[in-house]
């Protein structure tokens, strides 16, 4: 339980961090930073989830999502009690981290504030940001761990 809080923190709190220096360097006035090649930074807003999907227009849309977004914080958090293998623990924290910086972004302002631009070739990935990097990364992270056998299932 206490990697995934600390993993959690991290990505939290870098999260909160790019996205106020993404404000603070991208809004006033608008502007695109070419990175590198492949990597632009240009500031958006996300009304929906990941990658613009279920975006609306409704006053509750934030609320909805945080709401939902908050209980499956919940149901990590307590997984995450349960579990003894470090990388499902890793895992948890990273995806709680990334929902809880997304939720704030909603509370606070309505949607998601956006800011790396991928893109090779003419292809652009959605705009997204460090939370949803935890959040994938997580998910990822999850799904390779159990290709594995668990340290106690090796023992039995």
């Known amino acids: 339980m206490r990697l995934a809080g600390v993993i959690g923190a991290i990505v939290l709190v870098l999260d909160q961090l790019t996205k106020w220096a993404a404000l603070e360097h991208l809004l006033e006035p608008p502007r695109l930073i070419e990175a590198a090649p492949f990597l632009n930074l240009v500031l958006g807003f996300n009304t929906g989830v990941s990658f613009g999907l279920l975006e609306n227009d409704s006053v509750y849309g934030p609320w909805l999502l945080s709401g939902a977004a908050l209980l499956v914080v919940a149901v990590l958090v307590v997984w ?58 997580g998910v990822g992270l999850l799904l390779i761990s159990g290709l594995w056998p668990r340290q106690t299932d090796k023992q039995s």
């Open 80 to 137: 995450a009690a349960r579990s003894d293998n470090r990388a499902e623990a890793a895992s948890f924290g990273a995806i709680a981290g990334g929902a809880v910086g997304n939720v704030v972004d909603r509370l606070r302002q309505g949607a998601v504030t956006d800011f790396i631009d991928l893109h090779a070739f003419g292809w652009h990935w959605p705009t997204f940001n460090i939370a949803d990097i935890g959040i994938t990364g």
